[in-house]
């Protein structure tokens, strides 16, 4: 069975657009997916960031929830702030989601130009916290509107960065099981060796071209570990056919190191 994740702030009543755009396909969804339905409180606070009504606007989600037919004998229908695992998990996806591709987010640009009062922190990141909302679960379906497709997409990407560190033998990551991890343990020479020996290609053929999956795993790398001046260096010789995998190896060795 997959599993459906979705959910609506409480900011007030549900409204047409809730109730056609969301709730209908909860309801329909719920007898034949494993369910979790949840009221994003804290999202709300967002852009409603009076205490006041916070408590009565939860209340006010759930009982319309119930009402338009959501079942929580067979969906599993919870409060955001609940569950401490979801800020938990918040925080640490937060370092994985970068200043320029959050402020680039269409939903972010709107509520900045609705509200220029209130440029809260929690804007910015909260395509983070809507990451860990589906992420905590797995949540194979997420029925949202289409305003909220971006958002989704940078969920996807928070989950395959914080998956993927990759390995040297030119293809997915690196682990343990894959057998070709970089170990925090391993001596200088023997660190040397095993960027040395990592796999790479004839070198690129046109200018600006796209490297290939083992050259795209190295450049990962680089990013972890060596200066930005150095890895521009690199990045302009990869695309002017000029680069030097051996000596790209070196610098990432010593950078490692
Ligand atoms: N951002 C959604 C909206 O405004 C609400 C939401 C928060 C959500 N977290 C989510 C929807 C996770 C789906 C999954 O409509």
Redesign the pocket.
Same mark, same amino acid.
């Given at each position: 069975m997959e599993t459906v %994740?979705?959910?609506?702030?409480s900011t007030g009543n549900l409204h047409l657009g809730?109730y056609f755009g969301?709730v209908t396909n909860f309801v329909k969804m719920q007898h034949e997916n494993k369910c979790f339905f949840?009221i994003?409180d804290y999202?709300s606070l967002t852009t409603h960031p009076t205490p006041e009504n916070l408590h009565a606007n939860v209340r006010k989600v759930l009982s319309e929830y119930l009402a338009c037919g959501m079942d929580p004998e067979v969906a599993t229908i919870y409060i955001?702030s609940d569950v401490p695992e979801i800020p938990e998990l918040y925080l640490l996806l937060n370092m994985n989601a970068y200043l320029g591709e959050l402020e680039r987010t269409t939903?972010f640009k709107e509520k900045i130009r609705k509200q220029p009062e209130n440029v809260n922190a929690g804007l910015l990141t909260?395509p983070v %916290?809507?990451?860990a909302?589906?992420i905590i679960h797995k949540?194979n379906k997420?029925?949202?509107?289409k305003?909220?497709e971006q958002?989704?997409e940078m969920?996807r990407h928070f989950a395959r960065r914080f998956n993927k560190v990759p390995g040297l033998d030119g293809t997915g990551k690196m682990g343990k099981s894959e057998g070709n991890g970089l170990y925090l343990v391993d001596d200088e020479k023997t660190l040397r060796k095993k960027v040395m020996s990592a796999v790479t290609d004839a070198g690129p053929t046109a200018p600006n071209s796209e490297p290939a999956e083992p050259i795209a795993n190295l450049f990962s790398l680089m990013e972890l570990v060596s200066a930005p001046d150095t890895i521009q260096f690199f990045k302009e010789k990869y695309a002017n056919c000029e680069i030097r995998y051996g000596d790209m190896k070196k610098q990432l060795a010593t950078d490692i190191w």
């Amino acid at each position: 069975m997959e599993t459906v %994740l979705s959910g609506i702030r409480s900011t007030g009543n549900l409204h047409l657009g809730n109730y056609f755009g969301a709730v209908t396909n909860f309801v329909k969804m719920q007898h034949e997916n494993k369910c979790f339905f949840f009221i994003a409180d804290y999202h709300s606070l967002t852009t409603h960031p009076t205490p006041e009504n916070l408590h009565a606007n939860v209340r006010k989600v759930l009982s319309e929830y119930l009402a338009c037919g959501m079942d929580p004998e067979v969906a599993t229908i919870y409060i955001q702030s609940d569950v401490p695992e979801i800020p938990e998990l918040y925080l640490l996806l937060n370092m994985n989601a970068y200043l320029g591709e959050l402020e680039r987010t269409t939903t972010f640009k709107e509520k900045i130009r609705k509200q220029p009062e209130n440029v809260n922190a929690g804007l910015l990141t909260y395509p983070v %916290l809507m990451a860990a909302d589906i992420i905590i679960h797995k949540a194979n379906k997420v029925p949202v509107g289409k305003d909220q497709e971006q958002n989704l997409e940078m969920a996807r990407h928070f989950a395959r960065r914080f998956n993927k560190v990759p390995g040297l033998d030119g293809t997915g990551k690196m682990g343990k099981s894959e057998g070709n991890g970089l170990y925090l343990v391993d001596d200088e020479k023997t660190l040397r060796k095993k960027v040395m020996s990592a796999v790479t290609d004839a070198g690129p053929t046109a200018p600006n071209s796209e490297p290939a999956e083992p050259i795209a795993n190295l450049f990962s790398l680089m990013e972890l570990v060596s200066a930005p001046d150095t890895i521009q260096f690199f990045k302009e010789k990869y695309a002017n056919c000029e680069i030097r995998y051996g000596d790209m190896k070196k610098q990432l060795a010593t950078d490692i190191w």
